[in-house]
């Protein structure tokens, strides 16, 4: 277990430009016109959103192959973007209420973008619950891709119906100018988040297949009794 | 949360929402990390082929 | 056999099997007709309110009925291994599908002459006869983008521990905009459209029940063949 990973320094890159962004979007970066301080939260808020995207659009990807090709490495990468999606796009969330709290006077708006985020965190979760149900570990990576491209699919029609029940709802602003102190914060902290998101997947696609390994040193009981079943009957 | 009293003004102040976005950004990211580890090292110490 | 003959055939065959389980069938008319209740009581007896809230009322108990409908579609199946029986038969995939998804989809639409009524009554809506058929029209739609998926699903939940959890925890946020899209149109059906934003809602319902067919169609094939 001493071996030096690619994804650990990858990882650890991740941390540093996070801390290197976040400095100077907290510090360095001017205040927003209209929104004070208040704006910095779009530092750390606006390349998770970017990132949860860019990992469900891989997951969404890998299920792809994993139905084509059926290997496991494609079903532990899928899992692993799943998981990393639902786990940012749960902080996206949090993040966008503490936003909305100070500039809209309240948690939660039926804005597009919060409430399209909100069926997707709770689509893919779902999608995790069912892995969690399924022994078999080929069901399992089927079904779960399965569930992944359709969930995929039915993001944007989510998206556009949200968008036409509140077509009375204002479009956010956003600011005019847009000074090189604002973007190099941003930018960073985009880089940043991709690579910490990118040693989540790794991770959880490497505990994916030492799970799939173990099981199949020792076959869960469950499954065992029903194989038994089939050739005996 | 953090405070009672919030200030009213969208302009002054607001800090304390930062911090607190800026705090559960670390707390999810940090938390998570440590699940993949823990629950990565749960798999080899049981049954670990090789 | 052609791929329609099958398709006909097994649907013939689920309304034969629901026929002859008229008592189930029965369960899922009053389990929808208490849920139309309950909204009213939920809401109280404010007649405004309750008017307002009759269309997504009315769709949340197509909703709720759904899951009972299309779960025990696919348990009758696993009993005594008739699905493995009908893809030795051999039926193929598309056909077993869109088959299940039919049936499954003139079940739902069985309820909207029983649960319109009801909700008209209940939730003191006026309505004429356009409006009615209307509804039963739009609700019908909702009821093919809600097999299409909910079909799909049940194959594979039906088969895991705790499928009657499983189901809903995946179908409902997936219908989202079959939910929007058919709540808006009955609304506008049974309030009025000054707007004319009618056409539009009832295009956009139409476009889901298209994609959500040809999508789960498609990827039938996989939740089947993945050893049954």
């Not at chain 1, 190099?184 to 690579?195: G, M, Q």
């Not at chain 3, 809602?201 to 067919?213: H, K």
């Amino acid at each position: 277990m001493k071996r030096f990973r690619w994804d650990a320094a990858v990882g650890l890159l991740g941390l540093a430009l996070l801390l290197v962004g976040s400095y100077l979007g907290l510090f360095e970066a001017p205040a927003e016109r209209h929104m004070g301080d208040v704006q910095r939260i779009m530092y750390v808020h606006v390349p998770t959103a970017w990132n949860a995207m860019l990992v469900l659009t891989a997951a969404f990807i890998f299920a792809i192959a994993s139905v084509w090709t059926g290997k496991p490495k494609w079903d532990a990468v899928m899992t692993g973007a799943t998981e990393a999606g639902v786990v940012m796009g749960a902080l996206l969330i949090a993040q966008g209420m503490i936003w909305a709290r100070p500039t809209w006077g309240i948690w939660w708006d039926w804005d597009v973008r919060l409430t399209t985020t909100l069926i997707m965190v709770i689509l893919y979760a779902g999608i995790l619950v069912l892995r969690s149900f399924v022994e078999d570990s080929d069901r399992r990576a089927t079904w779960s891709a399965v569930a992944v491209i359709i969930g995929y699919v039915d993001v944007p029609l989510v998206y556009f119906c949200v968008r036409w029940w509140r077509s009375l709802h204002q479009i956010q602003s956003t600011p005019e100018t847009v000074s090189s102190a604002m973007i190099v914060p941003l930018r960073i902290n985009s880089f940043a988040i991709l690579f910490i998101a990118i040693w989540f997947v790794a991770q959880r696609a490497r505990l994916e297949l030492a799970r799939r390994r173990a099981e199949e040193v020792a076959p869960p009981p469950r499954r065992d009794r029903r194989q038994a079943e089939e050739t005996n009957p | 949360m953090s405070e009672m009293a919030m200030p009213e003004g969208v302009i002054a102040g607001g800090w304390s929402y930062v911090l607190s976005a800026y705090g559960i950004t670390a707390v999810v990211f940090i938390g998570y990390a440590w699940s993949l580890l823990r629950r990565r090292a749960a798999v080899s110490d049981g049954e670990e082929p090789k | 056999m052609s791929a329609f003959g099958q398709i006909a055939t097994l649907v013939r065959k689920d309304l034969l099997l629901e026929w002859r389980g008229r008592a189930r069938t029965l369960s899922v008319v009053l389990f929808g007709i208490i849920t139309l209740l309950l909204f009213s009581f939920a809401t109280g007896p404010d007649t405004l309110a309750l008017r307002q809230g009759a269309a997504g009322f009315l769709v949340l108990a197509l909703l709720l009925s759904s899951t009972l409908a299309l779960s025990e579609g696919f348990r009758v199946e696993h009993e005594n291994h008739a699905l493995e029986g009908l893809l030795l038969a051999p039926v193929v995939p598309g056909a077993l599908f869109y088959g299940k998804a039919i049936s499954n989809t003139l079940f739902l639409i069985l309820l909207a002459p029983i649960l319109t009524p009801v909700a008209v009554v209940l939730y003191a809506v006026e309505v004429g006869p356009g409006a009615f058929f209307g509804t039963i029209g739009l609700w019908a739609l909702a009821a093919a983008g809600l097999s299409a998926p909910g079909t799909l699903f049940a194959a594979m939940t039906s088969r895991v521990r705790s499928q009657d959890v499983l189901l809903p925890v995946l179908l409902f946020p997936l219908v989202v905009p079959v939910l929007f899209a058919s709540v808006k149109a009955i609304a506008l059906t049974l309030s009025g459209d000054p707007m004319g934003q009618l056409a539009s809602w009832t295009q956009l319902l139409v476009g889901f029940d298209v994609i959500y067919w040809v999508l789960c169609g498609v990827l039938f094939r996989f939740v089947v063949e993945e050893g049954v």
